[in-house]
């Protein structure tokens, strides 16, 4: 089982520009969250997918937005991009229902520059 | 609001000392709860988890964290802390009503020291 596997694994930007982030869940995980953890912090939701759609969303902008695809897997994209948007961006993923634990892929650090 | 705190931002032990960290939580509703932990450029690995039943849990790594409803605690403990626990330690609330939406605290560096 290869876990949760999240690409790439790192990426800089320019300000203003497009990124598309890749998530892969557990093998049998139906649910799939983003988080965003700025350096120094604790990883902040963003949103989490389920069905192919989003279900609970943070307090992020609408510049954030994801996708689920019908395989499980999921992108998380984000648009107009700010200095401020450089972090690691962990998914992670989980099997509907109550009491199942998460698992965090290595995530993607993104730099903006 | 939901909030998770960890008061100390950095811990320095001895290998072979005993550890705890520390965590409270603020949350609305029955609370399951969590421990991570991140090395370096890493991701999150769930150390232990409190859903239910028994507060004192048992995770890998030898770490064990108790839930004390009474003081909106949970926090973690070591009894000797090994040279490859050095990282940094995450608690975490959320519930089953909103999945993985898991609050984080801003979590403890751990160095240990020969």
């Known amino acids: 089982d290869a876990g949760v596997t999240q690409s790439p694994t790192h990426l800089i930007k320019t300000r203003g520009q497009q990124v598309t982030l890749r998530c892969s869940p557990k093998?049998?995980?139906?649910?799939v969250s983003w988080y965003q953890q700025a350096l120094g912090q604790g990883p902040q939701f963003i949103f989490q997918?389920?069905?192919?759609?989003?279900?609970q969303r943070g307090n992020f902008p609408d510049r954030f937005s994801g996708h689920q695809f019908p395989n499980y897997s999921s992108e998380l994209n984000v648009n107009a991009l700010l200095l401020g948007d450089s972090a690691l961006y962990l998914c992670?993923?989980?099997?509907?229902?109550?009491?199942?634990?998460?698992?965090f892929g290595q995530g993607t650090r993104l730099t903006v520059v | 609001a939901q909030s998770v705190t960890q008061p100390d931002i950095h811990i320095t032990v001895s290998e072979g000392a005993s550890l705890e960290l520390r965590c409270n939580y603020s949350?609305?509703?029955?609370?399951?709860l969590f421990w991570y932990v991140q090395s370096p450029g890493q991701g999150l690995q769930l150390l232990l988890k409190?859903?239910?039943?028994?507060?004192l849990v048992q995770g890998i790594k030898g770490f064990e964290a108790e839930f004390k409803r009474s003081q909106s605690s949970f926090n973690l403990r070591k009894p000797s802390v090994h040279w490859s626990d050095a990282a940094e330690y995450f608690c975490?609330?959320?519930?089953?009503?909103?999945?993985?939406?898991?609050?984080f605290g801003t979590g403890t560096s751990l160095t240990v020291i020969p």
């Open positions: 997918y389920y069905e192919e759609e989003e279900r």
């Open positions: 093998s049998g995980h139906d649910t």
């Open positions: 992670a993923s989980r099997r509907q229902g109550e009491g199942t634990e998460a698992f």
């Open positions: 949350y609305g509703a029955t609370p399951y």
């Open positions: 975490a609330v959320g519930a089953v009503n909103t999945g993985n939406q898991f609050y």
């Open positions: 409190y859903f239910s039943g028994d507060t």
